[in-house]
Each structure stands twice: as structure tokens, then as C-alpha cells.
């Protein structure tokens, strides 16, 4: 009866009286992490998995690996500015980016769907090729799987990533402190207007490409020139709202944005306007913010955009309710920023 009362009201409801899984468990929002709470987190407790961080880093004799997984559901597998190959690539190299980590090694799992075309798998391996060997990863063990005709979709890839922590930082949510900056290295919301523009057949005046872009380099050289980071994370699935409200609740810290100050193409604006979806909320594969102290914020977007990514100040980490994320609207009003139940667009990476 719950499920159904679901289906009419589209309400969300506790995962308690949810008897079978929806897409929005599946989204970032609040279903998901209620998932992960109640069901993994709880059968899985152990001290590396409670960081809540894109990666565990694990040590032994001296040494530091950082490891992390994800799957990747995409539909269409491709779509403008990439496909799911460079996709698996991309998303497990900048979560271990997101730890402070190089990345190293990576797997690569494949469900193949009975009657998927073999060129069109070709296409995803020659892709995965070329996007591990810019993002200085090598694809080195994997599996593959296949099922019966309709039983899934296409191709499903999942990844696991391994890389070397080369240094003594700890960059995590718990680091970060009133008076850090907020800095984004670009404009969002491209990578799920793009996907679902794709996937619906919709032609807009100027076509939308995904964001989809390696980070770990760009990681790298801020940490080479002594940017003192406290957190960085990718702004994937709940876009820039989930991920700074993940960052506020874990580091137990307030953070203030300035809509004015947060990067939209007009192409994107112009979409969720017609759309009815909120930029804030929409996925991206190649954006993160980066919080750091204010004494390197200017020398933090000075080596970003010397590597071609229009970084800004969004706004700023502050000392009111903790685990609060406001936004100071265009004409000065101040609200709320709460994280989704589900997502707005399902199967966008």
C-alpha cells in the first residue's frame, strides 16, 4: 500500500515503508543516502568505511593506497561530449582525485546485454583506452559478464580504482573551517541536460555537451604548488547542492553561496527554465569545488585557469547552523539549500 500511495502522490516516504527499491534510491539525494545508512553502512560498519570520503585510504608498512569503486548505467551510452567508457574512466579516476590521491591502476567489469552490437562494444573499449591514458591510469584486470535479452541495457560497467597517496595531507570534509572558500572550475549542470537531451531526442538552439573531463591533474598541481586544500569533491549526481551539503553535515560546518557568483551556460539556464529542473541539482562528470583557506584562493583559481578551467569563488564556509547550506538569491534574499529526495534525471551516469 505504501508503494502505491508512492506511485499517486510521487511523495517520498521513509526507506522504512518502501518495500522494494525505486530509481530514487539510486539518485544521490536523500533516498540514496538513507539506502546506504540503513542497509550498507549497517552491515558493513567498519572505521574506513564511516570517513563517508569518494575513497578509503588504507595503510600498511608506511605506504598509503587509496581505493574506490562505481558503476556506471548511462543511458544512451553515448551521448554529446563523451560515452560510458570515458565515463568509467573519468568517474573512478576524480573520486580517487577528490581523496588527494594519484591514480594508478583501475578494473574494468563489464554486463553485456545478449544481442548488444560487438562494434558498439568496441567503440566503449577503443574509448576506455583513450581516456586511461590521459587521465595516466592503466586498465590492468577486469571481468565480463553476459546476460540474457532483455534482462539489461545495453552494456553496464563498473570500475574500481587504485592510487598512491603521495604525501601527508588529509583532504576531507572534517577539515574544513569558518572562513575557507568555496571555488568551482566552472559552469554547471552540462552533463545531465546533455544526457537527457540525448536520450529524449530534444534539439536545443545550441547543442549541450557534456562536462565529462578528468581532474586528477588538475588536482595534482594545485597540491604541487602548496595550495593548502581542506576538501575537494566532484559534483556528480545531486550536482553542487548534494555536494555541499554532504560536505557541510560531515565537516559540521555552515557554507553560504552567492547565486549570483555560481557559473551557468545560457544554453543550461535556458533548458531547466523550460524543464522545470534546477541547476543546482543536475549532475556533472568534470566539475568539483575545492575549499581552501582565504589566503590561497587567489592562487588556487590563478593555476586553475591557467589550465583552462574558468574557476570562480561561489562562497564561503561560515559559523552559523551547522550542516546548513543558504544561498543569497539575485536580489539579496537568503534560503535554504536542502538536499533532494531522489534525483531529477535518472540513468545519467
Given at each position: 500500500m505504501a508503494e502505491e500511495n508512492n506511485k499517486a502522490t510521487g511523495c517520498p516516504l521513509p526507506l522504512s515503508n518502501y518495500p522494494r527499491i525505486l530509481l530514487a534510491h539510486g539518485g544521490g539525494g536523500r533516498l540514496m543516502h538513507q539506502l546506504i545508512d540503513e542497509i550498507f553502512r549497517a552491515s558493513f560498519d567498519n572505521p574506513d568505511l564511516e570517513t563517508g570520503h569518494d575513497g578509503a585510504i588504507l595503510g600498511w608498512s608506511g605506504n598509503k593506497l587509496v581505493f574506490t569503486t562505481d558503476s556506471y548505467v548511462v543511458d544512451p551510452l553515448f551521448f554529446p561530449g563523451g560515452d560510458i567508457g570515458m565515463l568509467a574512466v573519468y568517474g573512478t579516476v576524480n573520486d580517487l582525485a577528490m581523496c588527494g590521491a594519484r591514480p594508478r591502476y583501475l578494473s574494468a567489469s563489464f554486463?553485456?546485454?545478449?544481442?548488444?552490437?560487438?562494434?558498439?562494444?568496441?567503440?566503449?573499449?577503443?574509448?576506455m583506452h583513450r581516456a586511461a591514458v590521459e587521465a595516466g591510469i592503466a586498465i590492468v584486470t577486469g571481468d565480463t559478464k553476459v546476460v540474457e535479452h532483455g534482462h539489461g541495457h545495453g552494456v553496464f560497467i563498473n570500475t574500481a580504482g587504485a592510487g598512491s597517496l603521495e604525501h601527508d595531507r588529509y583532504i576531507h570534509p572534517s577539515k574544513v573551517v569558518p572562513g575557507d572558500v568555496v571555488i568551482i572550475n566552472g559552469d554547471i549542470g552540462r552533463h545531465g541536460i546533455a544526457v537527457m537531451s540525448a536520450r529524449e531526442g530534444m534539439q536545443f538552439e545550441t547543442e549541450i555537451e557534456s562536462d565529462l573531463a578528468p581532474l586528477a591533474a588538475t588536482v595534482a598541481r594545485l597540491m604541487e604548488n602548496g595550495v593548502e586544500i581542506h576538501c575537494l569533491r566532484d559534483l556528480?549526481?545531486?550536482?553542487?547542492?548534494?555536494g555541499l551539503i554532504e560536505i557541510a553535515?560531515?565537516?559540521k560546518v555552515s557554507v553560504v553561496i552567492e547565486e549570483k557568483s555560481i557559473p551557468v551556460s545560457g544554453p543550461v539556464r535556458?533548458?531547466?527554465e523550460m524543464l522545470g529542473y534546477d541547476p543546482l541539482y543536475i549532475a556533472n562528470e568534470g566539475r568539483f569545488v575545492?575549499?581552501?583557506?582565504?589566503?590561497?584562493?587567489?592562487?588556487?583559481?590563478?593555476?586553475m585557469r591557467s589550465l583552462s578551467w574558468p574557476a570562480t569563488i561561489i562562497g564561503r564556509v561560515g559559523e552559523g547552523q551547522l550542516g546548513l547550506v543558504t544561498m543569497i538569491g539575485a536580489i539579496g534574499a537568503e534560503r535554504i539549500i536542502d538536499m533532494l529526495s531522489g534525483e531529477q534525471l535518472p540513468r545519467i551516469c
Open positions: 554486463i553485456i546485454e545478449e544481442g548488444l552490437p560487438v562494434e558498439t562494444l568496441r567503440m566503449v573499449a577503443e574509448s556528480t549526481r545531486g550536482g553542487l547542492a548534494t553535515q560531515t565537516g535556458g533548458a531547466c575545492c575549499l581552501v583557506p582565504e589566503k590561497d584562493s587567489g592562487r588556487t583559481i590563478e593555476i
